[in-house]
């Protein structure tokens, strides 16, 4: 099993551009969550899912869309990127929602300049 | 919403020592408070946890308590080795809730 992936691991965007971080899961887990991590904020929930077609707002969604057509992909969408965007961001997949492990993948750290 | 307090934000402690982490939550409805360790450039990843309907958790030098009337628990790592050092973060998840709200971390140093 590969786990959690995700890809790029590196990108700098210029402002009011867009991209895609993509996410991916082999362990056929229900759930699966984006967070970002700013220095010393710790993490905070942009968006998750508890499967496929089901898809919820977290603490700051603002910025960020995101899908889940199918249980292995939860790709996360920036719109019209901004400074306040500088972050890394961390995917997170669980076989179950309250009270479960969360598999985090490697991180995507994006930079908007 | 739930929210979960840690301290201390850095926490430096010489080889061999014992080190502890403090966290406080906010929603008595929290029944699960994981612990997690991410070391540079990883992700986080779950080293210990604890439920509600238990005060105290061990795993080889890693100890969690949980005190619920205080709505508090603590992270206690024993005999500390230089492969301790990492930032960790505690969380705190309500019954019937699909996520988990975590704390700002705890940036670990073991002294040689």
């Known amino acids: 099993n590969a786990g959690v992936t995700q890809t790029p691991k590196f990108r700098i965007l210029k402002i009011g551009q867009s991209m895609t971080l993509q996410c991916a899961q082999d362990m056929n887990h229900n759930y699966m969550y984006w967070y970002r991590q700013d220095p010393g904020m710790g993490l905070k929930l942009i968006y998750y899912s508890v499967g496929a077609g089901i898809t919820d707002k977290g603490e700051v969604p603002n910025g960020y869309n995101v899908s889940r057509s199918t249980t292995e992909d939860f790709p996360l969408r920036l719109e019209l990127a901004a400074p306040s965007q500088t972050s890394v961001y961390f995917c997170?997949?669980?076989?179950?929602?309250?009270?479960?492990?969360?598999?985090f993948g490697p991180g995507t750290r994006l930079t908007v300049t | 919403g739930e929210n979960v307090e840690q301290h201390p934000s850095t926490l430096s402690v010489q080889e061999g020592d014992s080190a502890v982490i403090k966290c406080t939550y906010s929603?008595?409805?929290?029944?699960?408070f994981p612990w997690y360790k991410q070391e540079l450039g990883k992700g986080p990843q779950l080293i210990i946890d604890?439920?509600?309907?238990?005060g105290e958790k061990k795993d080889q030098r890693i100890a969690v308590t949980l005190n619920k009337t205080a709505k508090h628990f603590s992270l206690h790592i024993t005999e500390t080795q230089p492969e301790d050092s990492a930032v960790y973060f505690c969380?705190?998840?309500?019954?019937?809730?699909?996520?988990?709200?975590f704390g700002k971390g705890t940036r670990l140093h073991i002294l040689p």
């Open positions: 604890i439920r509600s309907n238990v």
């Open positions: 997170a997949s669980s076989p179950s929602g309250t009270g479960g492990e969360q598999y």
């Open positions: 969380a705190a998840s309500i019954r019937g809730d699909d996520k988990i709200i």
């Open positions: 929603d008595s409805a929290s029944n699960y």
